[in-house]
């Protein structure tokens, strides 16, 4: 379960540009906890947390003034759902364990699943390849994590999961590289590193 005092978010960024404005300021901010390179029509998904709304607003604010050095807003688009509820997360999973499956095949799939959410549910939590699953709110219902070393058991679950009849979209975001996780980054010499350890070490994915 997601934590009730603190706003757990999932946050969609697409970015201007190749300059390291945006992903430095992700990788040092507290509120951020992992940060996941993608390919889509978004350049980063964030796994965040908040200890209020008023909170959230400022960092959004924050986000939206960083500039690249030409003066242009670094920013193009930026989206947030509110974690409901966490039904499966990893545990004992770091950033260098990441780095160790750089062979595997990673995607989050966003999936529109309006009603009768029981059989997505048991479905998903069946399949190993189904790291982490969370109920969000707003344009998606869930989005979960999938890790495999075959595509084809990728291929599989998508298969079973067009059988079920309340999903009316789902989308696959792959994974690029993973450039923060759980609050650590990798330094200049590939070691692991907290820049801003947040003490509550909260976190969703």
Known sequence: M???????????????????TVLDFLNQNTHVISVFHIMGRHSYLIDSNFDSKTQLEDWISKVKSLKLA?????????QTQKVIQVL??????????????RECYHFFMLI????????????LKAKEIVHSILHIQGRNSFIIEVITDAYNDY?????????????????????????????QVMDAGGNLVYPKKDIRELYSL
Do not use: C
Request: aromatic share 6%; hydrophobic share 35%.
């Open 2 to 20: 997601a934590n009730n005092n603190i706003l757990h978010a999932i946050v969609f960024i697409q970015n201007w540009g190749e300059e390291n």
């Open 70 to 78: 030409s003066g242009m807003p670094a920013i193009i688009s930026l």
């Open 88 to 101: 499966k997360r990893k545990e004992d999973f770091d950033l260098k364990d990441y780095k160790d499956l």
């Open 112 to 123: 529109d699943n309006p009603h009768h959410d029981e059989g997505l549910i048991k479905l």
């Open 155 to 183: 291929k599989s679950l998508l298969t079973k999961m067009k059988t079920l009849k309340t999903i009316h979209h789902i989308e696959t975001l792959e994974v690029i590289l993973v450039n923060k996780y759980r609050n």
